[in-house]
């Protein structure tokens, strides 16, 4: 089914009020001799509140892949390793990664599965463990995930399964996998009856994060990695919002030292909520602002139509018109959020669909809590609540409004 892409505006820039992010050193690098080769690099931990959970660190910087082998050494030493990507990222940045991941002394077992979240699925999980079981890797054989979010999800879970868990570490390659998808060790695949209903939570041992990865990164997949960043800075961080207007053209230009304070600002957010509630139990449940209309419109629509960006930016624009309709949020605010998504490119409303299967489709959604439909929804730029009692005429009201709805000028 067709949808409007709304052409990017010239979207009024906001005052900066963006502070450069200090660059850190980290500890755990300056022990040994892999900081001697080290750029400079920004550390986000995330340290959950909760054992037996681990603290990690997700490191982001421009050239670290070149050190991925004994970074991962220094998380999951083992005499083997497997590494998981897809047949797109694979072409740009498998050699490098097995080159630097043998140099540091791993026998490497590559699974290399067609791109495309259609792939995301018990099959190619199943394909992936027999891979791995028939190379004989061990309990203590870490799993890397060199990918966008469709990888890191698969990977995640043959980590989480394979001899009943092994080590993981995320490589994202994708802004979306950088700031939302890599960080929090939700893993798993979809289901015909829905996306992201087979799964685990598993944290990743760390997260090695390498700017000059988007560099081969299409604008599309970029935009669809800023739709989860507008959704954190909605939800916790007007200044995320300021700085994403006002530094555009530079993300866009893949500037590496903008990149780098995007992604660092994102894990940020991110870790500070997983930090607090790893299992999704309450606060957690903010980060998905978008996402219980933006999966069913991705299942409706089908995942090779529209990507889970545009469907993260079309539910942000329909939850923020049912907090409007609910006097929760201003239209001011409802338009500010609307406006920043077009002028990053993202789509704001659809041309057409059929509106009773997307709210089929919202009935299978893992946020179906008693039977009733929960919603995150804005109340202000920085600001969301989580609603556990959506109505059936709110949800299509706000449906209704990506197809009919005025667009912002
Ligand atoms: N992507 C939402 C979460 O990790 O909770």
């Not at 050190?67 to 072409?91: E, F, T, W, Y």
């Not at 000059?212 to 739709?227: F, I, K, Q, T, Y």
């Not at 530079?250 to 790893?278: C, G, H, Y």
Request: aromatic content about 4%; some cysteine; glycine content about 8%.
């Amino acid at each position: 089914m067709a949808y409007k892409q709304v052409a990017g505006t010239n979207f009024p820039l906001a005052t900066n009020l963006y502070a450069p992010i200090a660059q850190s050193r980290l500890p755990h690098l300056a022990q040994n001799d892999v900081s001697a080769t080290m750029p400079a690099m920004s550390t986000i931990w995330l340290k959950p509140e909760h054992r037996p959970l681990e603290p990690y660190a997700i490191d982001v910087a421009a050239g670290i892949l070149a050190n991925l082998g004994p970074m991962v050494r220094q998380h999951a030493p083992a005499p083997s390793c497997g590494i998981v990507s897809d047949s797109i990222v694979a072409k740009h940045h498998l050699a490098a990664a097995v080159a630097s991941l043998q140099s540091a002394g791993y026998r490497v077992v590559e699974f290399v599965f067609p791109a495309g979240e259609a792939n995301k699925t018990l099959a190619t999980v199943s394909r992936g463990l027999d891979c791995f079981l028939a190379a004989r890797l061990e309990r203590k054989s870490p799993i890397v995930a060199l990918g966008g979010g469709v990888v890191g999800d698969l990977a995640g879970f043959i980590a989480a399964t394979l001899l009943r868990g092994v080590p993981f570490v995320q490589v994202p390659t994708s802004l979306l996998a950088a700031v939302d998808a890599s960080v929090g060790g939700k893993v798993g695949v979809d289901h015909a009856v829905g996306k992201n209903l087979i799964g685990a939570f598993h944290q990743p041992r760390a997260v090695i994060c390498d700017v000059e990865l988007l560099r081969s990164l299409p604008d599309v997949e970029l935009r669809c990695g800023l739709a989860e960043c507008v959704k954190h800075g909605i939800i916790r961080d007007v200044v995320l919002l300021e700085f994403i207007a006002a530094n555009t053209q530079d993300i866009f230009r893949r500037d590496a030292k903008i990149l780098t304070d995007l992604i660092a600002q994102n894990v940020r957010i991110k870790a500070a909520i997983v930090s607090e509630d790893p299992f999704e139990h309450g606060v957690r449940a903010l980060l998905n602002l978008g996402h219980t209309f933006g999966h069913a419109l991705e299942v409706v629509i089908g995942y090779e139509n529209l990507k889970h960006g545009e469907a993260v930016a079309l539910g942000t624009v329909a939850a923020a018109h049912v907090a409007v309709q609910r006097k929760m949020l201003s239209p001011q605010d409802a338009h500010y959020i609307e406006r920043l998504l077009q002028s990053l490119g993202l789509p704001t409303r659809l041309a057409a669909m059929d509106i009773n299967d997307v709210l089929a489709a919202m009935a299978g959604d893992k946020k179906v809590v008693d039977g009733r439909l929960r919603l995150i929804l804005p109340t202000g730029l920085g600001a969301a609540v989580i609603i556990d009692s959506a109505s059936a005429a709110e949800v299509r009201s706000g449906l209704e409004y990506l197809i009919t709805g005025p667009i912002c000028g």
